[in-house]
């Protein structure tokens, strides 16, 4: 497997959509890429510091102008 592969396999892993026959897959090509493993890592990192942030509240004016567009 590619590394570009494993990396959006990754990706899909972090937010629970990676099918289960893929999961062992990416887990060999782990085994042996220690620039997938720190790309792994710095995906969980920034998903989590993703989490710690609330969304920003938008003014009460947004939703009603972007719906007149749609």
Known sequence: MRCSKAQRYIDLQLDGELKPHLQQH?????AGCNACRDWQADARKMQLMLAQNPAPELPSWVHPRIMDQI
């Open 26 to 30: 990416l887990q060999q090509h782990l």
